[in-house]
Every structure is written in structure tokens, then in C-alpha cells.
């Protein structure tokens, strides 16, 4: 069935570092993503979206990368920062769906 | 921009009692809705699609006349819980999309409401 999921359930990274989050989905149909940052208590957090005419979109910071051939998507933060410190899930959806498929989502931690 | 306010952020009631949750985008207009169910380390879990003027579309599963949702305009969608038990307790999400947006748009979430029934 239609399902995306992630590589790593837990991440920790020293402050400073560069983080990667990658998310598998296996939905050929799938045409847009986006990552999203929840903290603790709070609702998810957009950061970055990417549709699935582009391989790369860049952010403050954060750049996802999307490789439609295997499926795969992934975020990249840059100089990671405790403030960082929330699980992050992967979304997707496809023309004709409003609704969107997340991810079973990556704890990071950065450690001081 | 795209704010959506959801309301309580908490709500510790008995078994029994229904609870109602509002969100509401705050400026913006959203034909459409989103309710979510998350559990404890868990990833969000759609529950049902809340279209303004229309009935709600639910996910398989999903009880309909537990879970009502009502959205009688642009900026409101509500989520009543009816006769909740402790199985009820779960963090509740709600996401709006920009009405008139472009079709691929993210969606804008809430900061959820605790639900905890007794």
C-alpha cells in the first residue's frame, strides 16, 4: 500500500554539525513533499516543500533533496542548533489529494 | 501569515462528557480542513477532511458520530468528541488550507489540543 516512512527513528547530532533526514515513500504518484519540525506539545511546523519537477529547493539554512528515481527524500540542516532539537516528519501528496501522508517522523537531538 | 488557532490546548474532563475543539484560521480563508489524531510518539494520524458547508470526509475507521466535525464557515471547523471515554485521550491536531490557494500548498497546523478524559 501507499506508505512513507523514514530510515532513522532517533538522530543526535553535535551542535554545530549538519544533519540529514532521510524519508522513503512508494507512492509514484506522489508530486509534492514537505517536511515538517514538531516540538514538543506543539503542532507541526512547516519548513521546506519541494514538487516533484525539481530535485533540490534550498532554505534558510535547510535543503531538501528529492530523488524521485528511488524514492527517496531527505532534509539537510545546516550548522545544526539546539534550537533544532524536535522530530521532524516527512509529507506527501499527489495531484487530486488534499489530503497528506505523513511519515512516522526522526527525533534529532543536538547535543551542546 | 497563515496562523490557525486551535482551542482548548487542554482539556482534562470525566468519561462521559463530550468536548468540543475549535480551530480556526485567524487570517486566512480555508475551505478546507484537516483533524488529526496523534498518539504518544507517534506520527499524526488523519481522522477526517472538514469542507466548509458540506458534510466532513472521514478516514476508514473513523466514527462518524463520535467524532463530529462541523464547519459552517471559512475561518471555523470544530471537532466534537461525544461521550468520551479514556480511550478518547489523544492529541488532537487540526491544519487548514489556503482557500483559492495553488494546488499544491502545505497545509498549516494548530498547536493541538490534550485531550485527557478520566
Known amino acids: 500500500g501507499e506508505s512513507v516512512g523514514l530510515h532513522l527513528p532517533t538522530l543526535s547530532v553535535q551542535e554545530g554539525d549538519n544533519s540529514i533526514i532521510n524519508c522513503a515513500y512508494s507512492?509514484?504518484?506522489?508530486?509534492?513533499f514537505i517536511w515538517y519540525k514538531q516540538e514538543s506539545g506543539k503542532g507541526p511546523q512547516f519548513i521546506i516543500d519541494?514538487?516533484?519537477?525539481?530535485d533540490k529547493r534550498q532554505g534558510q539554512r535547510v535543503t531538501v533533496l528529492l530523488n524521485k528515481t528511488v524514492k527517496h527524500l531527505s532534509l539537510q540542516i545546516a550548522a545544526t542548533q539546539p534550537g533544532d532539537s524536535a522530530v521532524y516528519f516527512c509529507?506527501?501528496?499527489?495531484?487530486?489529494?488534499?489530503?497528506?501522508?505523513f511519515g512516522s517522523g526522526t527525533r534529532l537531538q543536538v547535543q551542546p | 501569515g497563515a496562523v490557525v488557532s486551535q482551542h482548548p490546548s487542554r482539556v482534562i474532563c470525566k468519561s462521559g462528557t463530550s468536548v468540543k475543539i475549535e480551530c480556526r484560521s485567524l487570517?486566512?480563508?480555508?475551505?478546507?480542513m484537516f483533524w488529526y489524531r496523534q498518539f504518544p510518539k507517534k506520527s499524526l494520524m488523519l481522522m477526517a477532511t472538514?469542507?466548509?458547508?458540506?458534510?466532513?470526509?472521514?478516514e476508514q475507521g473513523v466514527e462518524k458520530d463520535k467524532f463530529l466535525i462541523n464547519h459552517a464557515s471559512l475561518t471555523l471547523s470544530t471537532l466534537t468528541v461525544t461521550s468520551a471515554h479514556p480511550e478518547d485521550s489523544s492529541f488532537y491536531i487540526c491544519?487548514?488550507?489556503?482557500?483559492?490557494?495553488?494546488?499544491?500548498?502545505?497545509?498549516?497546523f494548530g498547536d493541538g489540543t490534550r485531550l485527557s478524559i478520566l
Open positions: 509529507a506527501e501528496n499527489h495531484t487530486g489529494r488534499r489530503a497528506l501522508t
Open positions: 487570517d486566512f480563508q480555508a475551505t478546507t
Open positions: 472538514s469542507n466548509e458547508g458540506s458534510k466532513a470526509t472521514y
Open positions: 507512492n509514484s504518484a506522489s508530486d509534492y
Open positions: 491544519s487548514a488550507l489556503i482557500q483559492g490557494g495553488y494546488s499544491n500548498q502545505p497545509q498549516h
Open positions: 519541494i514538487r516533484s519537477n525539481m
